[in-house]
C-alpha cells in the first residue's frame, strides 16, 4: 500500500516542464476533433517550457495540483479580464493530466482557486469553455456555474462557440 500526497500550491518556476506536459496532454484529450489539427499542434508547439517560465514571471495567479511524483493539474486565475461580465474573478485554465481526470482533484482544485480569489475579494468568478468540449460543460455545471453568455471564436478557421460560467 502506498500513500499519496496531494497538495495545491502555487507554481514555481521550475514547475514550468511540468506544466508544459500537462498542458500538452489535456488539450490533446480535450480539444482534438474540436479544434482543428494544424491549428491544435501550433498552439500546443507555442507553450514549451520557455513560455511557461516566462508565465510564471508575470505574477498572475497559477495553482498546481502537485502529486508527490510531479504536477497532475494547474489552474491560472486573477481579475476577471472582461468588465462586461457580472463578475470580479476569473479563471483562466483548468486543466488536469488525462489519467487524473473523474477522480475528485479537479474539484479540489476548482474549490482551492475560487477559496483564493474571494480571499483576494474577488466575488463572482467566471470561466470560459469551448461549448462543444461537452466534458468540461458539463463538469463546470455540475459544481453550480451557470452560462452568462456565449461568444464565437475563430480557430484555425471554424468558428467555435465559447460559453462564460458564472460562480457566485
Same mark, same amino acid.
Given at each position: 500500500m502506498s500513500d499519496l500526497l496531494v497538495s495545491i500550491r502555487h507554481a514555481k518556476t521550475e514547475d514550468a516542464a511540468a506544466l508544459s506536459k500537462v498542458f500538452d496532454a489535456a488539450w490533446r484529450e480535450a480539444y482534438q476533433g474540436i479544434i482543428p489539427g494544424v491549428a491544435l499542434e501550433k498552439m500546443l508547439a507555442r507553450r514549451g517550457t520557455r513560455w511557461w517560465r516566462s508565465t510564471l514571471s508575470r505574477g498572475r495567479p497559477l495553482a498546481v495540483l502537485d502529486i508527490g511524483q510531479g504536477i497532475a493539474g494547474y489552474a491560472s486565475y486573477g481579475r476577471c479580464r472582461d468588465r462586461a461580465l457580472p463578475a470580479a474573478g476569473e479563471i483562466d485554465e483548468l486543466?488536469?493530466?488525462? !489519467?487524473? %481526470?473523474?477522480?475528485? =482533484? @479537479? &474539484? $479540489?482544485?476548482?474549490?482551492?482557486? /475560487? #477559496?483564493?480569489? &474571494?480571499? $483576494? !475579494?474577488? #466575488?463572482?468568478?467566471?470561466?470560459?469553455?469551448?461549448?462543444? #468540449? !461537452? $466534458?468540461? /460543460?458539463? =463538469?463546470? +455545471?455540475?459544481?453550480?456555474? %451557470?452560462?452568462?453568455? &456565449?461568444? !464565437? +471564436? &475563430?480557430? @484555425? @478557421?471554424?468558428l467555435l462557440a465559447k460559453i462564460a460560467y458564472l460562480f457566485r
Open positions: 486543466y488536469l493530466l488525462p !489519467e487524473y %481526470q473523474g477522480l475528485g =482533484f @479537479g &474539484r $479540489r482544485l476548482f474549490k482551492a482557486v /475560487c #477559496n483564493d480569489l &474571494r480571499a $483576494r !475579494e474577488m #466575488n463572482g468568478i467566471v470561466l470560459w469553455a469551448l461549448a462543444d #468540449n !461537452e $466534458r468540461a /460543460c458539463a =463538469f463546470y +455545471e455540475g459544481l453550480g456555474g %451557470q452560462g452568462v453568455a &456565449r461568444v !464565437e +471564436e &475563430r480557430i @484555425g @478557421g471554424v
